[in-house]
């Protein structure tokens, strides 16, 4: 795997948490509203199946199917759990952060690769 197609998904993924963050924290600002309904962002099952490999696939084909990769955010039937939008940001905070640090050192492997490092 090419350090571009981790690059790639890392990206895709941190699309998906950051829009999850926004959802989360809409959640928690309307928590306290007469009928809310929370907001759910799911992005993880489409990303997975974009980025494997399928027979016949060329990086091309994988690579605009990652790209095509929208967060899709629903309506939850639930009511808002301020415990759990609590969890969900931290979870979904960790994992950006774990995902920009990949990122970081993607962008690092590549400068040392300019430099003929």
């Not at 609590?86 to 690092?108: E, F, G």
């Amino acid at each position: 795997m090419s350090m571009e197609w981790v690059a790639a998904i890392a990206g895709k993924a941190m699309d998906g948490l950051y829009a999850r963050s926004a959802a989360i924290a809409h959640n928690v600002a309307n928590a306290n509203s007469a009928g809310f309904s929370p907001l759910r962002v799911t992005f993880e099952d489409a990303l997975s199946a974009a980025a494997a490999t399928r027979p016949g696939d060329t990086d091309t084909v994988r690579r605009e199917r990652v790209e095509a990769v929208r967060p899709q955010t629903l309506v939850s039937p639930d009511t808002v759990r301020l415990d759990r939008e609590i969890a969900d940001a931290s979870q979904t905070s960790a994992r950006y952060a774990l995902l920009a640090n990949v990122a970081a050192r993607t962008m690092q492997l590549r400068q040392l690769a300019v430099r003929g490092g």
